[in-house]
């Protein structure tokens, strides 16, 4: 795996035209001991199968101090891109290694899930971890060791989460090197520059535990970016055509690509893309433990209720005590109580599966703190010119999870069957490593006026909203576009309440058995999300915004009533898609709508009140599905919640103010 990540970070900054010296002289930190230690922990691991006594009777101090030194050197250096996240990586593996005595733990069901048996162990560095997720096998660190099976031809092997993120890591920081060389010493941590605090409102999309929000704006590159050759103007007078740059050049220029090359934001984004696929994996093996557990359609549902209400409780406010707080402290501390919540679910859910529903609710809160956190930082870590391409970036890694985690997930929790704490594990640790890199780099001290403390804060919201409907009720298209709205996104939250039962009881299971069905499903709505933000993004402003708004209402009604009323997966996965797409084609004309219509200064309390309003509708058809579910066929309760859809469609199609927006 390590080998696979430098080889494709090698030959993908090759590809780009970076320089083989650049890899060869770069300079790092104690370089030379970190080799030493390199050499320690495999040297140590090579005199232990030689039967060397004393390696074996010192393999414990041996192999610690290794990875104490390897990590801290990585540590030290990480300045350069994909390093702070090996050094995350390292820091998982010694843990891993040193909680068992110095010997490497690995999950035997996974071992066999690779194609491998236990004969093909290293009798004198692995150990095997208990079957059963016990206390034990959490105090061996076993979400830790060699628990990820990965079974290809040839190239089929056992790995542990660690040597996941030493091969990102470290294929990230071969590419950086050979296209940039050495950082400049500003990357450490000196900001070049202070960005405004900024937020970014994703209308109507409710947060499920620490997952985001959904796509928001698709974001395209500035003009010029990759365009025809430019005209410009001699000193003479005479205007001369420039040549277009070739494009491996125009590659390299690319914002994406200095993204990459940014310590600080590569470290950021990896952090945050790594957590978003273990909340993929939550989110699947969440609904998966509560249906096979309760065997209820209304208790599944709860659960994502659960998890979802503390959008309606909770998000309007979250960000006005954000903005008085530390944003580097917020993260962090909100990663950490992730971590551990997210570990306490398995313990929870045999305990009493009751005990997990506040469990949810309580990430899903915590969440709401570190979204706007992670809003306003990113405009601080980056260029302002960088800055609409480093908000494609943080969208375009919460599309990669909808569309490579869900399925990553569901092929994962259908291997653990009733090991499904391992997944859990694998969320909370994503957590930590995303803690881990968040407190790896410098973020520029935000200028703050003097804010009110909590009494005078809540004092201020309650203002802002009183404002924010007046606003609002006063802007006929905004005020019935939110109405329309309301009723027409009941369907998601049927779907999100019963998705997971749907795929259990509805579909046929034959060419996609459950829970990678489910999975499916949720794959292909992320698809029809990114189809329909690309499309809207291409041919949107030709079109009529209220238009667009009402045929989205109507699409998405449709193809849920599709969904709910087929059992074929081939029809399901292309009516989820088609939902994903309808999605996109109503949102982004609505949060444009609302940009462009509210006074300067009211957004945030505007979209603060519609907020307000379509997750408390959205909360109440979670609950209302689930009940429904008891008594019906869980696909003629999605198939009805379509209807309403259509039904809001066809009132928006008949409000002059929505239609005509």
Same mark, same amino acid.
């Given at each position: ?348 859910? *045999? ?40 908000? *494609? ?36 640790? *994503? ?158 004309? *609505? ?71």
């Amino acid at each position: 795996m390590i080998i696979i990540g430098s080889l494709a970070g090698l030959i993908l900054g090759l590809a780009l035209g970076g320089h083989l010296d650049s890899l060869i002289n770069v300079r790092l930190r104690f370089a030379a001991l970190m080799f030493v230690a390199v050499g320690l922990r495999y040297g140590t691991q090579f005199a232990i199968a030689s039967g060397i006594g004393l390696a074996d009777t010192l393999r414990l101090p041996l192999l610690a101090g290794a990875f104490l030194i390897l990590g801290t050197g990585l540590w030290l250096n990480r300045r350069h891109p994909g390093l702070s996240l090996v050094a995350a990586g390292v820091a998982a593996n010694g843990i891993a290694i040193i909680a068992n005595g110095g010997w490497m733990p690995v999950s035997l069901p996974a071992l066999a899930a690779a194609g491998f048996s236990p004969a093909d162990l290293s009798p004198t560095f692995n150990v095997a971890l208990p079957n059963d997720l016990s206390l034990d096998f959490l105090l061996r660190a076993g979400p830790l060791g060699d628990i990820v099976p990965i079974p290809l031809p040839v190239l089929g092997n056992l790995v542990s989460l660690g040597d996941l993120f030493i091969a990102i890591g470290l294929g990230w920081f071969i590419f950086s090197t050979l296209l940039h060389g050495d950082p400049s010493p500003d990357a450490s941590g000196v900001a070049l520059w202070r960005g405004t605090s900024s937020t970014s409102a994703a209308i109507d999309r409710p947060m499920v535990l620490g997952g985001g929000m959904g796509p928001g704006l698709p974001m395209t590159a500035g003009p010029g970016s990759l365009g025809s050759p430019a005209t410009a103007v001699s000193r003479i007078g005479v205007a001369v055509t420039v040549p277009r740059p070739v494009l491996r050049t125009r590659i390299r220029a690319h914002p994406y690509v200095r993204l990459a090359l940014d310590a600080r934001f590569s470290a950021f984004w990896l952090g945050q893309t790594i957590s978003l696929f273990g909340d993929r994996l939550n989110q699947v093996a969440l609904g998966v433990m509560v249906l096979a557990t309760t065997k209820s359609a209304l208790a599944t549902g709860l659960v994502f209720l659960a998890a979802t209400l503390p959008n309606l409780l909770l998000g309007p406010i979250a960000g006005t005590f954000v903005d008085r707080w530390n944003h580097k402290r917020v993260m962090i501390v909100s990663d950490l109580l992730r971590a551990g919540m997210v570990l306490l679910i398995p313990a929870a859910a *045999s305990t009493d599966i009751v005990l997990v529903y506040p469990l949810v609710f309580a990430i899903t809160s915590v969440s709401l703190f570190f979204r706007p956190a992670k809003a306003v930082v990113v405009p601080r870590l980056v260029h302002p010119d960088d800055l609409m391409a480093a908000n *494609s970036a943080t969208w375009t890694g919460e599309t990669m999870a909808d569309i490579l985690g869900y399925p990553l997930a569901g092929l994962f929790v259908a291997f653990l069957g009733d090991r499904l704490a391992l997944a859990f594990f694998a969320d909370s640790a *994503s957590y930590l490593v995303s803690a881990t890199l968040v407190a790896s780099i410098t973020i520029p001290a935000l200028a703050r006026a003097t804010v009110p403390r909590v009494v005078g804060a809540l004092q201020a919201f309650t203002a802002e909203l009183r404002d924010g409907w007046a606003v609002l009720r006063r802007q006929p298209v905004l005020f019935q576009n939110t109405l329309v709205s309301t009723f027409a996104q009941l369907s998601i939250g049927s779907t999100l309440a019963l998705m997971v039962v749907y795929a259990q009881q509805a579909l046929d299971g034959r060419l996609i058995g459950y829970p990678a069905n489910y999975a499916a499903i949720e794959t292909a709505i992320g698809i029809g999300n990114l189809a329909g933000g690309v499309a809207v993004g291409l041919i949107g402003a030709k079109l009529g915004k209220g238009r667009m708004v009402v045929a989205g209402f109507l699409v998405m009604g449709l193809s849920t009533t599709v969904l709910g009323l087929t059992g074929n997966v081939v029809v399901a996965l292309i009516a989820a898609a088609i939902s994903g797409v309808a999605n996109l084609v109503y949102v982004i004309p *609505s949060q444009t709508l609302f940009a462009q219509l509210t006074p300067e200064g009211y957004l945030g309390r505007v979209v603060a009140f519609r907020s307000t309003l379509v997750f408390g509708a959205m909360t109440g058809a979670m609950a209302v599905s689930g009940v429904l579910a008891e008594i019906m066929p869980v696909g003629l309760v999605i198939a009805l919640s379509g209807v309403v859809t259509v039904a809001a469609a066809v009132a928006g199609w008949m409000l002059p103010a929505v239609r005509d927006a």
